[in-house]
């Protein structure tokens, strides 16, 4: 009998481990599971990667090209009291980088056949340049980081330098389109002063004299300059959104990561050690429980084999 409750014991006790086995089986299988999904978190998806080079070189090429190919003009006509002084066709021409103060053009006096020579005002070539620079690094860099990504991916990632210096060249192209954007849209503001038909009447000599009628055949359209100054803001947008998902690839936040998860693992060890501690208190509680049983019932079986051998005797 006593055998028997031994061999109950030990089988309970073989249990209880691989229970506790494969509890910790399962724990370790979660966290193989954790880890891995949180470095499939890290990872950018390739798709996701792919788009955002294309995007930034198309919104580049479309910045640049839209601010540094433009070329327009408008046509003013100065009606003199002597038809034959008149000149009913005055073209001013323009383009990029937009020295409007080299653009010079002539007009009638309506004073005889002398003739004016007059200039535009305003010189907005120094924020257009920049502008139409940074759109054309940002594309040269895009097209490199493009290259980089496809050829020579172990390079990048070797000793973290590739993850860095893309942050920070992101950060700096954000800032520059942010400028450079601003900075355009306020030259482009006053290219649109400048050119503005009824300004330039006003330069004209003959069109303060009320015998003489002055007005505008057609004014400058702007329509790609608008555009231009809308994809520089896109582009400062696609750059700065960039900004998260590069920075996950540096070693600045995982080092964050694991600074924020080592508590939460000392907790949720010391947590476990100490259910473990309870269960094995528990199970050693129930083991002695159940050996302090079994003297029991042999005492009772030496107490009861007494009145057998008494009538034996007797």
Request: charged share 20%; glycine share 8%; with cysteine.
């Amino acid at each position: 009998m006593k055998v028997n409750h031994l061999a109950r014991c030990l089988g309970y006790k073989k249990r209880s481990t691989n229970y506790e086995g494969g509890d910790d089986d399962d724990n370790d299988d979660n966290d193989l599971g954790d880890s891995g999904d949180d470095e499939k978190g890290e990872s950018r998806n390739p798709l996701e990667e792919d788009l955002h080079l294309f995007l930034t070189q198309l919104f580049a090429i479309f910045a640049f090209a839209t601010c540094g190919g433009y070329s327009g003009g408008l046509r003013l006509s100065v009606d003199c009291a002597n038809k034959t002084e008149s000149n009913l066709s005055i073209d001013i021409a323009f383009a990029y980088p937009f020295r409007l103060h080299q653009v010079t053009f002539e007009v009638p006096t309506c004073e005889g056949k002398e003739q004016q020579k007059l200039a535009l005002t305003g010189d907005s070539s120094s924020s257009a340049e920049f502008f139409v620079t940074v759109a054309v690094f940002a594309f040269l860099y895009s097209l490199a980081a493009t290259v980089v990504y496809i050829f020579f991916q172990n390079k990048y990632r070797e000793n973290n330098r590739g993850p860095l210096i893309d942050f920070i060249v992101t950060v700096v192209f954000s800032f520059l389109w942010l400028v450079g954007s601003s900075a355009w849209a306020k030259g482009l503001s006053d290219v649109k002063v400048a050119t503005d038909p009824k300004e330039v009447l006003l330069l004209m000599s003959a069109c303060k004299q009320p015998s003489n009628k002055c007005m505008a055949v057609h004014s400058p359209v702007m329509s790609s300059l608008n555009t231009s100054v809308v994809f520089g803001f896109l582009n400062f947008i696609l750059w700065a959104g960039n900004i998260w998902f590069v920075f996950k690839e540096t070693g600045w936040h995982s080092s964050g990561q694991r600074y924020l998860s080592d508590p939460m693992e000392k907790h949720s060890s010391s947590y476990n050690q100490g259910g473990y501690n309870q269960d094995s208190y528990g199970s050693s509680g129930g083991y002695s429980q159940q050996a302090s049983m079994g003297p029991s019932s042999d005492e009772f079986g030496q107490q009861s084999s007494g009145p057998a051998s008494f009538t034996n005797q007797i």
